[in-house]
């Protein structure tokens, strides 16, 4: 089968032949229609995460070279192994998005349905073999999610960006903490945030992003107001609001971490999902004086991924916008997707 890999950290992605997977036990093989390409990949191909000041952390020990990544997959169930079950509805043939958080099964994280939060993961496109590719092995069947309803290629970019924002959303919500609120970065997740507030209900965002084609797909999905993050603005936005009870944060630099915090109200809380890096100082004092949460957030869990998979049929919700490219010419496509050369979503075609 054709793969599209890393064969050296940083150094264009090769496409090439690679042995197809042979299916065992309980594991499904899928053949993979669409993967949605992730700013996470953009990392994950350099090898390093950015702490900050010139600090990088390095992710090569989460899998041996080539690997193949891509973890927003789409495909359709080709072969099943012997003791492998499909979920009720799923038949050979199913099209379908794969929940790509897969834990070891038996960690207390595992074991309350927090796959997501393993600490020995096995996640696809991460520590195994993903999406850019034409088949990708999953262990089991209970990972797939029929994608019936949704546009082609959009219950797998669900996986990430989408789930990611469901499930911050969703906590924050929960927590009583949500309007209004501040969101920073419309990107894929920034712009799958407004489109599913909406459909849960919650406020328009205000949304601060210094891209004025970002700013303008961000007016477009329904937010409530868009300004570049210019300390006028922002002022601004918080004189208008009474400062923030939440601000999501895309991007995640200490810059963007740095307005999330200044613009709060008392009690508000800041939630970070960018992955950008950065090194964030602040007064202590102000947490407990002003009552301040800061907190992170990333990917959700497979019963968060089915619900979002349900919602987004039921309410309609269209996908972001999207750049279609052929998956070999993902390595392009990577690039400017680093270069920030993309509005919405990169989705590879295979
Ligand atoms: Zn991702
Ligand atoms: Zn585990």
Not at 22 to 29: D, E, F, H, I, K
Request: charged share 15%; hydrophobic share 45%.
């Amino acid at each position: 089968m054709k793969a599209l890999q890393i064969t050296a950290y940083g150094a264009p992605l090769t496409y090439h032949e690679v042995p197809r997977p042979a299916v065992a036990g309980r594991q499904v093989l899928v053949r993979v229609t669409h993967c949605g390409m992730c700013h996470s990949d953009v990392h994950l191909h350099s090898g390093n995460f950015v702490i900050g000041d010139g600090q990088l952390q390095s992710i090569a020990g989460n899998h041996t070279l080539p690997f193949t990544l891509g973890h927003e997959i789409e495909g359709v169930v080709e072969e099943i192994g012997p003791d492998a079950e499909l979920p009720p509805g799923v038949p050979l043939g199913t099209r379908c998005g794969v929940y790509p958080w897969i834990g070891c099964g038996h960690c207390p994280a595992c074991l309350r349905g927090e796959e997501q939060l393993c600490d020995t993961p096995a996640a696809l496109g991460v520590q195994k073999a993903g999406g850019y590719a034409e088949f990708v092995l999953v262990p089991e069947g209970r990972y797939l999610i029929p994608a019936e309803g949704l546009a082609p290629g959009h219950a797998g970019m669900l996986m990430c960006s989408g789930l990611t924002a469901y499930a911050a959303l969703q906590r924050m919500r929960l927590a009583g903490s949500m309007e209004p609120w501040l969101l920073i970065g419309a990107g894929g997740l920034g712009l799958s945030a407004i489109l599913l507030a909406r459909a849960m209900d919650l406020a328009a965002p205000y949304v601060a992003d210094p891209g004025e084609g970002a700013r303008a797909a961000a007016m477009e999905a329904g937010a409530a107001a868009a300004f570049a993050p210019s300390p006028d603005a922002l002022k601004a936005a918080r004189e208008a609001v009474g400062g923030f009870a939440a601000a999501l944060d895309f991007v995640g630099t200490a810059e963007t971490v740095g307005i999330a915090m200044n613009f709060l109200r008392k009690g508000g809380a800041a939630v970070v999902m960018g992955l950008y890096g950065g090194l964030y100082t602040m007064p202590v004092i102000r947490l407990p004086l002003r009552q301040l949460r800061l907190e992170g957030s990333c990917t959700g869990t497979l019963a968060q991924a089915r619900d979002l998979v349900d919602l987004v049929r039921r309410a309609n919700i269209r996908p972001v916008p999207v750049q279609r490219r052929k998956l070999a010419e993902g390595s392009a496509a990577l690039d400017d997707l680093a270069a920030r050369r993309v509005v919405g979503r990169v989705l590879l075609e295979v």
